[in-house]
């Protein structure tokens, strides 16, 4: 497709939990075997209050401050599983929050951590189709909300964020192909439910994240694989061709087997989880930023990208860094 991605910013709320804050309110969980198995060291919280809508518009104001032109941006689609209502979407509202024009399109996509892939073939497709020309994506979750403080499966991974991106047209193809699937018989192993024999101080029903850590992990090690390979095949390439992986930040256990499996040099995949934990559907955005700060990216680079998870939904892209 000839779009690029022109420019990528991403905000994380301050508040900062590490394995003080779990032993602290766990006293019996061991951190030094939890950090073993995830990586991840630090985990940022949103604050009281803090919605998505608001973690997106910080984000999204970076990207103006870097120079992007509100005027040019005709289209806007926020990636989230945690709105700030059932209805309005999440996207109208930043929409008139950011002061963009009213002939935006806006919109939803309620996509986990596969969602940025997702959303990015959505954006290039209404470019090359000339229905849009400059788009933003915008990632944000609040996972934390659904989270029990003594859930030992989830609180040690999930972060909040959220990540913004300009996707614009341009002379070469630069993103592309695409590798988009779903199997929807392992929804229950990772979903937000209401349970009702927990409640909040208001005295209502509370929402409750739960995920069966063994079968996502299976589910991943079947499919991402699978979808890899699948991607190379449809792209005519090979994994030698490929200068830099950036998969979904699950986790250490996730990325590492994924690796192997892949038989990937661990010098050409990028990880950024231990300092920021599993943003969701933000994640792969913010380590692509991450990357780009540390010098791994440079112009011309073969990038794949690689989101799975929630739903189940998986999604593969390569972007050719311009």
């Known amino acids: ?26 006293p019996d969980w061991c951190i030094e075997d939890i950090e073993k198995k995830t990586g991840i060291k630090t985990r940022h919280i949103s604050a009281p209050g803090q919605t998505v809508t608001d973690m997106a518009a910080l984000a999204s104001e970076k990207l103006f401050d870097s120079g992007v032109d509100k005027k040019s941006i005709d289209s806007i689609i926020l990636v989230t599983q945690s ?14 929050r950011l002061g963009l024009t009213k002939a935006c399109v806006a919109y939803d996509v309620n996509l986990g951590c596969s969602g940025f892939i ?23 979750e609040k996972y934390t909300q659904y989270i029990d403080k003594s859930d030992r499966t989830c609180r040690p991974l999930f972060s909040d ?4 991106l300009l996707v614009e047209p341009c002379e070469d193809d630069n993103i592309g ?9 392992g929804f229950g192993n990772l979903i937000v439910t209401v349970d009702k024999t927990q409640t909040a101080e208001t005295g209502m029903p509370r929402n409750r994240l739960y995920m069966d850590g063994a079968k996502v992990f299976m589910f991943t090690m079947d499919r991402v694989p699978k979808c890899a390979n699948a991607l190379l095949d449809k792209s005519g390439k090979t994994f ?36 920021v934990g599993n943003t969701v559907s933000a994640s792969i955005p913010i380590a692509l930023k991450d990357a780009i700060n540390e010098g791994r990216v440079k112009r011309g680079d073969q990038i794949m990208l690689v989101g799975f998870g929630v739903g189940y939904s998986w999604g593969a892209c390569l972007v050719r860094w311009q």
């Open 1 to 26: 497709m000839k779009v690029r991605i022109k420019s990528i910013e991403y905000y994380l709320p301050p508040k900062i939990e590490n394995g003080n804050s779990l032993i602290k309110d766990n």
């Open 177 to 185: 192909p695409f590798e988009l699937g779903t199997d929807g018989s």
């Open 83 to 96: 709105p700030d209502y059932v209805l309005p979407t999440s996207s109208c509202i930043l929409q008139d």
């Open 240 to 275: 030698d061709d490929i200068d830099l992986f950036i998969f979904h930040q699950a986790s250490k256990f996730v990325l590492d087997n994924i690796v192997r499996r892949l038989k990937l040099p661990e010098e050409k995949v990028f990880v950024n989880y231990p300092q």
């Open 161 to 164: 964020g959220a990540s913004a």
């Open 118 to 140: 997702y959303a990015l073939a959505i954006e290039s497709a209404l470019i090359e189709s000339h229905l849009i020309n400059r788009g933003i994506i915008v990632c944000s």
